[in-house]
């Protein structure tokens, strides 16, 4: 199954959902209604479903659509005007880029780090991975093990070190080999201490300060099954640093799909990859037009992205999964 089939399957429960409301036979309120609860349902979210809705009425009435088919593809095309990813989301990779990965406990954070990694690798890249999140030993233990199938160098201390001085260590590497993406695994921090917090800031300060003329690039990971909550995790994250871009994990099953859609609308801060499972190919850039056409359209989806990754890496084996906690 390829990544974007996998993705359609994982969010085949929202879509046979939404795709009920639009077995209706006319546009009425309880249409609407029933639109509604359902956007919501998917993990939308109420601003998000507002907007929506209202979009929709406006252009119903101005194109005097009476079928409700019609005006499903009124919706499709507006959520994904509202989702475009600009062509420059992606200048990062081509740059000498720093890279702070950030999230709490639980989103597949370390193992999206080891995915990018074996991806940027097997395009040509020379990559270095930062282990500073030292609060928790197993995330030093699974990077390394990430960085020795992807056959990348990793920049690690032992549990309880300095995660700052970890950073310092790993900017002056990434000078001295001329590393073209330095990947940065920061702690777990929950979202409402401040203290670690904090440390976000002194990290960039390191960087700004060893390596001023490198391009620094934010991404937070985000589980995409948790819904609104992942929403909040970037908006309080959002508060304390400056954030480049989403990639939202787990979509694969358990997750509704209308967080996606919900983050971009709401603040402004694009999905750039997106995760639906274990594998190294099962996290990639995210295509707005496709992810659109599997949460709403149920026809079979085929997509060019599944041949840019490189099948001959090396796969985490199932006996890595005791790694797999963040």
Known sequence: MGFWEKLKDGLSKTRESISNVFKATEIDDDFYDRLEETLIMSDMGFETTEKVISDVKDEVKRLHIKDANQCREIIINNLRDQMSVDESAYDFEDKKSVVLVIGVNGVGKTTSIGKLAAQYKAR????????????????????????????????????????????FDAVSAAKAR??????????????????????????????????????VETLIVLDGSTGQNALQQAREFGNVTEINGIVLTKLDGTAK?????????ELSVPVKYIGVGEKIGDLQRFDPGEYITALFADFTIDSDMDKLINADIEEIPK????????
Request: hydrophobic share 45%; no cysteine; aromatic share 4%.
């Open 257 to 265: 799909g209308g967080v996606a859609i919900a983050i971009e609308s």
């Open 124 to 167: 040509g890249k020379k990559v270095l991975i930062a282990a500073a999140d030292t609060f928790r030993a197993a995330a030093i233990d699974q990077l390394k093990t990430w960085a020795e199938r992807a056959e990348v160098d990793i920049i690690a201390q032992g549990e309880g070190s300095d995660p700052s001085a970890v950073v």
């Open 319 to 326: 006996d890595d999964d005791l790694f797999d906690i963040d």
């Open 178 to 215: 001329k590393t073209d993406i330095l990947l940065i695994d920061t702690a777990g921090r929950l979202h409402n201490k401040k203290n670690l917090m904090d440390e976000l800031g002194k990290m960039r300060r390191i960087i700004s300060k060893e390596y001023p003329e490198v391009n």
